[in-house]
């Protein structure tokens, strides 16, 4: 018998295994520019025995395991390289329990933030971490995903408490516990949260909530310098407000997101701060963002505290990258992200833009200011040899920019297929201690092969 049969009979339900060439070509690629590969078949588990079952049977046959969830991963983490089996975890979405006194939920992989945060409304509590996408939780523990909240909240390995994990050859082990904190023992639920599919495949996780904010008020200010938009940032912080969230885009994404939305935002060097927590601590706060604000030369305040206009308000932020995409529908998109340290952030994002402009692009360029971490949205024709070479020379300038001023490759879209040799470049003394792990949890390397390692 070949994979299919042979997975068929242990799952039990041949509607749930296919090769279905449709659903191979949409495990085949994530949403960036990595050249696709089909897996050679694609299974959707319902519980952890059939995961365990299916990577027991992969592990005695050397056959490549792919885990996948929403597909929306930008380095190439869910593409198949050497083929194999996908596992779609999508099936396995229950909330297993949410437990609001201890402020914890346990869910399985597939359950997507959206989902969780709809389910906790009730509770008053909320899962904080939000990469933009709705994704689904065992792929942004896979990643050690984070976004625009974790200036507050922290990165999805702050959330993480406990893991259900099915190791290469079909053990169950488990990590963690519903304890806030612990110091028994090496700290393997870290470990496993952003080894991005390669150690182990999640089938529970056990994630911390946080209490839905009394108050939340949005503020968009415009600055007459990329450096004093930076600058005012950082003084916010110090000032010690309830910041939520503070975002940092430069007046050409700015424009191409007028081109786009048809909108007449002022194209200037704009921060985007949010602050959440008890109504007084919030109009207090406020008023010291704008002080602030005025003291930094800005050109232009507005603040919304209304729930539909606090959205209207993110816009240009949210729509950065789309606008690229939609200027060039038929191109492939180059989204890598770097993080610095703050002080440096904003000459950071001023090297990226002229390096882009130099080299004919167009870009979206737009920063977490709040922890150093930013982005740069490409978009290129990948049959354009010299245009991919340019795509190549700015991809590295932007990753050894960050690594000379102590930051790192990747902030929070983790390693995948394009960072890979930058992580020898980052931490080249220790990697060697990375792939000890791995040939520990993986010694046939049957988990996700092909990631991380080069």
Not at 263 to 286: D, H, M, Q, R
Not at 368 to 393: C, M, Q, S, W
Request: aromatic share 6%; net charge negative.
């Amino acid at each position: 018998m070949g994979i299919y049969e042979d997975i068929v009979e242990r799952i039990g339900d041949h509607k749930r295994v296919t090769r279905n060439e449709t659903v191979l070509e949409q495990h085949s690629k994530g949403l960036a520019y990595h050249a696709p590969r089909k897996p050679d078949v694609v299974v959707f588990p319902n519980t952890a025995a059939e995961v365990s079952a299916v990577l027991a049977y992969a592990n005695e046959r050397n056959i490549p395991i792919t885990p996948f969830g929403a597909g929306s991963s930008l380095e190439g983490h869910i593409i198949p390289v050497n083929g194999g089996i996908t596992l779609n975890m999508t099936k396995m979405n229950n909330i297993l329990e949410i437990r609001p006194d201890d402020f914890l939920a346990v869910v399985e992989p597939g359950v997507t933030r959206m989902q969780l945060n709809e389910a906790l409304k009730k509770y008053g509590l909320f899962f904080p971490v939000d990469p933009g996408a709705d994704a689904t939780i065992g792929g942004m523990a896979a990643t050690n995903a984070s976004g625009t909240n974790s200036v507050k909240y922290g990165v999805m390995r702050d959330q993480v408490l406990g893991l259900e994990v099915v190791l290469a050859d079909g053990t169950i082990v488990h990590t963690g516990g519903m304890a806030l904190k612990s110091s028994a023992g090496y700290d393997l639920t870290g470990l496993f949260v952003g080894s991005e599919g390669t150690l182990g495949v999640f089938t529970r996780l056990i994630v911390r909530l946080q209490g839905i904010p009394e108050a939340t008020n949005a503020m968009k200010a415009s600055f007459v310098s990329l450096p004093m938009a930076a600058q005012t940032a950082v003084e916010i912080i110090k000032a010690g407000v309830a910041v939520g969230k503070i975002e940092l885009v430069d007046e050409q994404t700015i424009e191409a997101v007028n081109r786009y939305k048809q909108t007449n935002y002022l194209a200037a060097p704009t921060l985007f701060i949010e602050l959440s927590g008890s109504a007084t601590s919030v109009k207090e706060g406020t008023e010291i963002v704008r002080q602030l604000c005025e003291e930094g030369q800005c050109v232009a305040f507005q603040t919304e505290d209304d729930s539909i206009a606090r959205a209207a308000l993110w816009e240009a932020r949210h729509h950065a990258a789309f606008a690229i995409q939609a200027a060039y529908p038929k191109k492939a998109l180059l989204s890598t992200d770097v993080c610095v340290p703050v002080s440096e952030l904003a000459e950071a994002i001023r090297d990226t833009r002229q390096l882009v402009e130099e080299h004919g692009l167009t870009a979206a360029i737009f920063g977490h200011v709040g922890d150093g971490n930013y982005h740069t949205v490409l978009a290129f024709d990948p049959n354009d040899a010299e245009e991919v070479t340019r795509i190549e020379k700015i991809h590295e300038h932007i990753v050894r920019y960050a690594l000379a001023r102590g930051g790192t490759c990747t902030g929070e879209h983790g390693i995948g297929i394009g960072k890979r040799r930058f992580l020898y470049e980052e931490h080249g003394d220790s990697v060697m201690l990375m792939k000890g792990m791995k040939r520990l949890f993986d010694p046939n390397g049957i988990l996700n092969p092909g990631k991380i390692f080069i």
